[in-house]
């Protein structure tokens, strides 16, 4: 079974199939995208990490050209197909020889000599010809596994990562495949394993909140076509804290484990069992034909928690109190679900706990923090209440700082500060994205040009753009609208913008992006690698900056798949000619790894944390260099 994906997970229709050759490919659309996403993904199954996967899975047919076929044939493909970067040349038994790259050939036919004497020549004569001096292709069998590939990509150089290789079966050739694709796979690949450490958790192994969210809405919306029930069941440890300060935390992880093994022995085997927190937990049960189904879920488990669990030579009774809802009896909506199934287990526990409640309209519900907090977070945009904190961007050779990222910070008056990680998730959901995401960049600006006037050294203040607000319309003549009334100089202002927000309605973004860039601002993508871009347009796409993630650049000493990602990306930069910055740099030896493979500026805790507007000036003045020591806190 191949494990449901997180919206945040699924890559806009029609970028799955990436790559020079991407026209090779039908485009995907619909079933295709999930069927392709379910090959691509099927890394995770059964909650369980799956095997490295092969070339083949890369391969794509082209077409390729003969040793004794004329030159202008390779003109004439090139010519035809903007977004083909590279043909493979066959002799006459079928064996690659070469591998022609678009800007290589493109160069060479563009000498005055070129044209003339190599239109009607062979490609073989063309390829022998010690001017044109094209690089080796590489030639990997079918078999051979992505991980070894991409090491042998990286040591040749960075040139063949945007060429790409030539794919061989029992020394045939079978087709090409292109060093995004392969970076796009591997980065999948580590996706998987983020993704499984984010859905799963990790003391008991089963489905952590987020999944368990993930999987309501999908039950929810299924339940809906069908015409069939569904139910929430809210399980809660009684006395956990008890049981665990008393025999202690690792006893009481061992309780927990136990009380995993009961519950999922007492749900169907259908049923989803996730940890919601501490000694929370949840049953999903689809499908629910007959109410009393429920009840005789929950009835069951609470008799078998009844019995005592043996535990580090204690026997401990940990009863256990249950709340149920059901979809769309109860509640039709997916967040409320879960709170009421958790008012009827509150309902259970006064009436002495170790027993079930169902929900019913007497129950009485604590209303939860999330809907007010979208009023309030309106309301705190509207009176701008919000701040922004700048984080340095520094060269990771001495630590200068040549500019910051600017970053949204939200100081709630009774609540105490909220994470932009929660706030902005609820701006994009509600659209608030749109009016913070102005302030943010008004507010940005205008503190560029106070900081110039005050004679502070020019900064380059880098600014976070959500898809929503690239999509607007209006979005360029704003911008130049607000660079016009606070007269910054447009190259010390940069866009962060995501691969999914750039994947998004190709041409449209397209149009932005060159209005964008006649205004003279730059543009990095944002993230970059956690996303889904196809290499065709990031080629077309006016960017001028990629930003490795941070979850690539964590722990990048010690783990050999991060350290390669990252070295593809810088490569794949460089092949594209775009610079490259890496973010969340917290150790010197992180900063380390990134500068000896090729990046040269970088931001993170190590050199700096985000800082408010005044402490950012000091540190400005104090002109610091990098302490790991007193930064690294
Ligand atoms: P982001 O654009 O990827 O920003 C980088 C995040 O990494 C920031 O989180 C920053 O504080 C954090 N960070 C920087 N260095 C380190 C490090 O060394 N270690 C660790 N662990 N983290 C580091 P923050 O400030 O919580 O912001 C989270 C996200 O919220 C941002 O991610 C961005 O996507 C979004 N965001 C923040 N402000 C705005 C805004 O004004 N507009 C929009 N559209 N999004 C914003
Ligand atoms: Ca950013
Ligand atoms: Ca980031």
Redesign the pocket.
Known sequence: MTVGLSKSFMPPAGSVVAGALANAAPPVTGVAVRETLQRQFVFIEDGRLQDAPTVRQLLRHLEPVRTREPSQRIMARFSEDAALYALPVLDDEGKPVALVDRKHFMEFFSKPFSQELFRRRSVRDLIEHKEFGGAAPIVVDEGCSIEDVAQIILASGMHHMLTGFLVCSAGRYEGMANGHDLLNMITQRKQAELYYMAHYDHLTGIPNRILLADRIEQACREAERNGDMLAVLFIDVDRFKHINDSLGHSAGDEVLRKVVERITASARRSDTVARLAGDEFVILMENVSDPSLVELVATRLVKAMRAPIEVAGHSVVATVSIGSAIYPHDETRVAALITKADAAMYEAKARGRNGYRRYTTATTVYNPAIISLEAELRKAIEQEALELHY?PLVHLADGSVFGV????RWQHPQRGRI???QF?QIAEESGL?IP??EW?LRHALRRLKTWNEAGVPPLRMSI???ALQLQRRGFPDFLGAQMRECGVDPRYIEL?LTETALMHDIDEVMATLNKIKALGVSLAI??FGTGFSSLSYLRRFPVDRLKID?SFVRGIESAPVNESIARAIVALAKSLSLDIIA????TPLECAVLQRIGCREG????FGR?MAEPDLLAYLGAGRAPDPEKAAG
Do not use: H, K, M, T
């Not at 990222?405 to 949204?408: G, P």
């Not at 931001?603 to 190590?606: I, R, V």
């Open positions: 984080q990222e600017a970053l949204a994470s932009p990680a902005i994205i913070l995401g943010a976070n753009i959500s962060e944002d993230d941070q973010e969340g740099i917290e931001q993170g805790y190590l985000p």
